[in-house]
């Protein structure tokens, strides 16, 4: 039983148009990321959600808007995409402000063309 | 402006040799520090964990080293295995942040 479950793992799609990727996390965390991998395979936070709440919004464009109608879920939707926007992206959950590890996804391979 | 820094891009070891992974940090805040394994396609995996209260965290054939002082961290495998062939991220973080800072990765390579 996945821990952490992102879908879709490979989404092609055409400059302009809007995607989402759904994660969902059954470890009962409060916290949830999305991380994005970009070319020189650098990990970054993008965003980080507590009970739903948004806490970090790290200077991400504001086409990229995460939804997270529940503890157990944080979906990332992108508008008007971008060829830049081609990445990795990882979705993670932790037990919040406790120092403990960060569950990932298996990550969604975006390739805008 | 990277907070973790991996310099090594790429370490290649015999098996059943140890494998030294460095990591260096700038940010005197962070009091947690992780590393993290990844295979082609996979997410990061948890390997080990440290708390900034430790200088050393052992689980198995991996051990972690904290060195506050030179803000460097290393992950030791001994003895390496082919199965321990992947990328190996060092991660950083601050107490009560919601955030963790990532290094480059390094790519390691256990010969058979």
């Known amino acids: 039983d996945t821990a952490v479950s992102q879908t879709p793992k490979y989404l092609v799609t055409q400059m302009g148009n809007d995607k989402s990727i759904k994660c969902e996390q059954n470890?009962?965390?409060?916290?949830m990321y999305w991380y994005k991998q970009d070319s020189k395979k650098f990990l970054k936070i993008m965003f980080s959600?507590?009970?739903?709440?948004?806490?970090i919004n790290e200077t991400v464009p504001n086409r990229f808007s995460p939804k997270s109608p529940d503890k157990a879920h944080l979906n990332l939707h992108i508008n008007s995409l971008e060829l830049g926007d081609s990445a990795v992206y990882f979705c993670?959950?932790?037990?919040?402000?406790?120092?403990?590890?960060?569950?990932f996804g298996q990550g969604t391979r975006l390739t805008v063309v | 402006d990277q907070q973790v820094k991996q310099n090594s891009p790429s370490l290649s070891v015999q098996e059943g040799r140890i494998s030294i992974l460095n990591c260096d940090y700038t940010?005197?805040?962070?009091?947690?520090f992780l590393w993290y394994k990844k295979y082609p396609a996979e997410g990061p995996t948890f390997l080990i964990s440290?708390?900034?209260?430790?200088d050393k965290n052992e689980d198995g054939r991996f051990t972690v080293f904290l060195n506050k002082s030179a803000k460097h961290l290393s992950l030791h495998i001994v003895p390496s295995q082919p199965g321990d062939s992947a990328v190996y991220f060092c991660?950083?973080?601050?107490?009560?942040?919601?955030?963790?800072?990532f290094g480059s990765g390094t790519k390691l390579n256990v010969k058979p």
């Open positions: 991660a950083a973080s601050e107490y009560n942040f919601n955030k963790f800072y």
């Open positions: 470890l009962g965390h409060d916290t």
């Open positions: 959600y507590n009970n739903k709440e948004l806490i």
């Open positions: 440290i708390s900034s209260i430790k």
């Open positions: 940010n005197s805040m962070f009091d947690y």
């Open positions: 993670a959950s932790s037990q919040g402000n406790l120092n403990t590890e960060a569950f």
